[in-house]
């Protein structure tokens, strides 16, 4: 069954603080893998799309990291901001005509 | 033009009444999809257009009746709702055979 699993369900940082989101997905056969971000009642916003032979790929203050062979991504973030508080969805395509499939979301919270 | 617009981005409506949600993009965008989001919940496929035409339905309620007009509108049309329909209501675009969707801002819709 194609799935995705994100790490940690929640996470509270410092401004200016660093952090890492996980990403596990189980989906076959792999097309793309993308983060969006979600602000509280409002529609995901992408920050980084990959590929297959994409390992890394940076959006400003993001960057998104790929392993195809073990099937895990990350998202960094640098030196949060107060505006970085939202949920990061990690959404993974197959091949075909299917379905996009989305993780639960990690929902970060910067704190002055 | 590279966004999708939503409206209206609040609504609240009795389980009686009949009201329709709109979508809209101007990016020559031939699949169009309807999502469904809870609160802390990642967004559910309702329904695929592609070309203007239904592709994917998974199952959703006939309470909820989705058209295509043209190419760059989406329609969700709403009637006889139940309170556990309220939701964040997702609407997104993507080219033809692409995975990589344009999200607009949602509509919150509260059933009374």
């Known amino acids: 069954k194609n799935q995705v699993e994100q790490s940690p369900q929640s996470l509270i940082i410092l401004e200016g603080k660093n952090c890492t989101l996980q990403c596990n997905y189980t989906v076959s056969p792999f097309s793309n893998l993308r983060w969006y971000k979600q602000d509280t009642g409002r529609g995901p916003v992408s920050l980084t799309i990959m590929t297959f032979s994409e390992n890394t790929k940076s959006n400003g203050r993001y960057t998104a990291t790929l392993d195809a062979d073990t099937k895990q991504s990350s998202l960094h973030i640098t030196a949060s901001q107060l505006s970085d508080s939202a949920s990061y969805i990690c959404v993974v395509s197959a091949i075909g005509n299917t379905p996009l499939v989305f993780g639960k979301g990690t929902r970060l919270s910067v704190i002055a | 033009d590279t966004e999708v617009t939503q409206t209206p981005k609040h609504l609240v409506m009795g389980m009686t009444n009949k009201k329709s949600l709109k979508c809209e993009q101007h990016m020559g965008h031939r699949a169009m999809y309807w999502y469904k989001q809870k609160a802390k919940k990642p967004p559910e496929l309702m329904f695929v257009?592609?070309?203007?035409?239904?592709?994917i339905n998974e199952s959703v309620p006939s309470r909820f009746s989705p058209e295509c007009p043209n190419s760059s509108l989406l329609n969700l049309h709403l009637h006889a709702l139940q309170p556990e329909d309220s939701a964040l209501y997702l609407c997104?675009?993507?080219?033809?055979?692409?995975?990589?969707?344009?999200f607009g801002p949602g509509t919150r819709l509260t059933v009374t």
């Open positions: 997104a675009s993507s080219r033809q055979g692409s995975h990589e969707q344009y």
């Open positions: 257009y592609s070309y203007e035409k239904l592709s």
